[in-house]
């Protein structure tokens, strides 16, 4: 089977009947769909998406067909996740698979989006939409891969702030350190040169040694020679 050829330039959905050429078809049919259409190839090919653990990620479903929309499924490594059908009043069934890994379908259920906030690495596999209308069954394949990237930043960002602190403190010991040094320390105290009195005195007191000595050397002179004279006789 062929798959549905895009026309362009047309708002409302539109695709050609497979086998009739453009210009004599006779199977022309319009239909409005409740999600957005981007290609209408039976089996898509698989979409690689990287993220950085604790970002948001977005998965679109791009596989949906211009016929008419009965339920779509989204699963993650063949299990099941959210079930929506636009006949049954936009009834959208959630798995207990979804709500423990905190996945979400997007709030605008005309995008068909699944919602991953703050992903972590237990979100990486394979995810699949799976639409089924009239003419068939449709789906796309995405891998998704989470990284540790945002984990080892933050380490890197906690190991910083960590080190700050620390070599405040240092700096803080060192600094306390030497001022207790320095007051501990004898105070050096500016003695001003010896004025002309203070100088005087020393002098004095020497001239005054000097003229005992001399008095003492000139009594014993006398005692010598008063000796000799009496030795003398």
């Known amino acids: 089977m062929k798959p549905h050829r895009l026309i362009p330039d047309i708002k409302t959905p539109v ?17 409005f769909t409740a999600c957005p259409v981007e290609e209408s190839t039976r089996w898509q090919k698989e979409y690689l998406i ?5 970002s948001t990620v977005t998965l679109h479903c791009k596989n949906n067909t211009f ?48 919602v991953i906030e703050k992903a972590q690495k237990y979100h990486t596999g394979n995810y699949t939409c799976e639409t089924t209308t009239n003419s068939g069954v449709w789906q796309q394949d995405t891998e998704l891969v989470i990284t540790d990237e945002e984990a080892e930043y933050d380490y890197r960002l906690i190991t910083v702030a960590a080190a700050v602190p620390c070599v405040c403190l240092i700096i803080f010991i060192v600094v306390f ?29 020497q001239q ?9 050397l000139e009594i014993q002179r006398h005692a010598l020679a008063h000796a000799h004279k009496r030795s003398a006789h």
Do not use: H
């Open 50 to 54: 990287s993220k950085v653990a604790g």
């Open 67 to 114: 016929d008419t929309l009965n339920v779509l499924t989204w699963t993650m490594n063949g299990k099941r996740l959210f079930s929506f059908s636009p006949k049954k009043e936009n009834t959208t069934t959630e798995s207990e698979d979804a709500i423990r890994l905190n996945i979400k379908m997007s709030d605008f259920k005309s995008f068909c989006s699944l």
């Open 177 to 205: 350190v030497i001022l207790r040094r320095a007051r501990r320390q004898p105070e050096c105290r500016i003695q001003s040169p010896p004025s002309e009195m203070q100088q005087q005195q020393p002098r004095r007191q």
């Open 208 to 216: 005054r040694t000097e003229e005992i000595y001399e008095n003492c």
């Open 15 to 31: 695709y050609w009947s497979p086998g009739r050429p453009p210009d004599g078809a006779t199977g022309l049919r319009q239909d």
